[in-house]
């Protein structure tokens, strides 16, 4: 049994290689950076070449600059964009077998402030939401010739394997440095606002959870559950003994890219997953690994 996974030196990847070697599966890692197989995505006659050479039972898409910054923009279409048509083109010339798991984003939905759901419609809000949507359309597509294409709808996961670009990590590295001793401040945006903060090792799981199946294709997989960043700050620096108050500055004119960003998981968790890593489990095991 053989999976392969383009983004693996990724947070996703991590995990999703770690939990499929658990399963026997041979994988093969593609990325750009870390030691893994430097398989271009972008590049149609080498990818169409992999998956012919390996017929896998599973690929699985997570590469992607996970930005919504502007200066992405062509990076992440080649990335996103062309290369789920690359895939999805290969697989149907050569490996019409292999169930293919596209990653998309809550980001490509019109946010109303409110639990968004599969059914809301798109919103090319930015350069990175252009690229998804995009995907998706091509995975619909491509289900028109019988191929299994499922896409996974992404909210705001993480765990100890994210770099510092995000808040999560940005906040639970600030208050481990702290711990051990530091004396410094970080200024952050607004803290009212609202968003999920799943374990990437429980989203993972949904991945697997969605691609078992053959009558959802698209889901969301979040838990459901928002949280503020201000709940995050509380969660980080009370495992520490400290007050966040004491080592946060606030821009006051700071204007967030939304007030909410949490998803309605009724779909993945009617096929029986549901994230099992609380908030204040994640935020201990970020400071501590």
């Keep these: 049994m053989t999976a392969i996974i383009f983004g693996a030196n990724g947070q996703d990847g991590f995990y999703l290689k770690e939990f499929l070697q658990q399963l026997n599966y041979t994988v093969i890692g593609v990325s750009r950076s870390g030691d893994f197989l430097r398989t271009d995505i972008t590049n149609y006659d080498e990818v169409a070449k ?18 919504t910054n502007h200066s992405a ?14 895939i999805l083109e290969a697989v149907k010339k050569y490996a019409a077998q292999s169930k293919v798991f596209i990653s998309g984003s809550g980001l490509q939905f ?17 350069a990175y939401s252009i690229s998804r949507i995009q ?25 100890p ?8 990590k940005k906040i639970s590295a600030l208050a481990k440095r702290i711990k051990e001793g530091s ?26 959870t969605l691609v078992q199946q053959d009558k959802i294709f698209e889901a969301n997989l979040g838990s459901g559950i ?5 709940e995050w700050l509380l969660a980080c620096f009370e495992s520490i003994g400290k007050d966040w108050k004491e080592y946060i500055i606030l821009k006051n004119d700071f204007i967030p890219e939304y007030k909410q960003l949490v998803s309605n998981p ?19 095991m970020m400071i501590e690994l």
Excluded: C
């Design 110 to 126: 019109k946010n109303n402030d409110l639990p968004i759901k599969e059914t809301d419609p798109f919103e090319a809000r930015d």
């Design 183 to 208: 004396k410094e401040k970080l200024e952050i945006g607004d803290i009212t606002v609202i968003k999920e903060w799943t374990f990437a090792g429980d989203v993972v799981k949904a991945i697997w």
């Design 266 to 284: 009724s779909l993945i968790f009617s096929l029986g997953w549901k994230p099992q890593i609380s908030l204040k489990q994640l935020a201990k």
């Design 161 to 168: 394997q994210r770099t510092e670009r995000h808040m999560a």
């Design 50 to 67: 992999l998956i012919s050479d390996s017929q896998p039972d599973y690929i699985f898409h997570l590469a992607a600059n996970s930005t």
């Design 135 to 159: 995907s998706v359309y091509a995975a619909r597509y491509f289900r028109k010739f019988g191929l299994k294409v499922y896409v996974g709808y992404f909210f705001n996961h993480d765990s």
């Design 226 to 230: 928002g949280y503020s960043i201000e």
């Design 73 to 86: 923009l062509f990076e992440n279409h080649a990335t996103i964009s062309t290369g789920t048509l690359n």
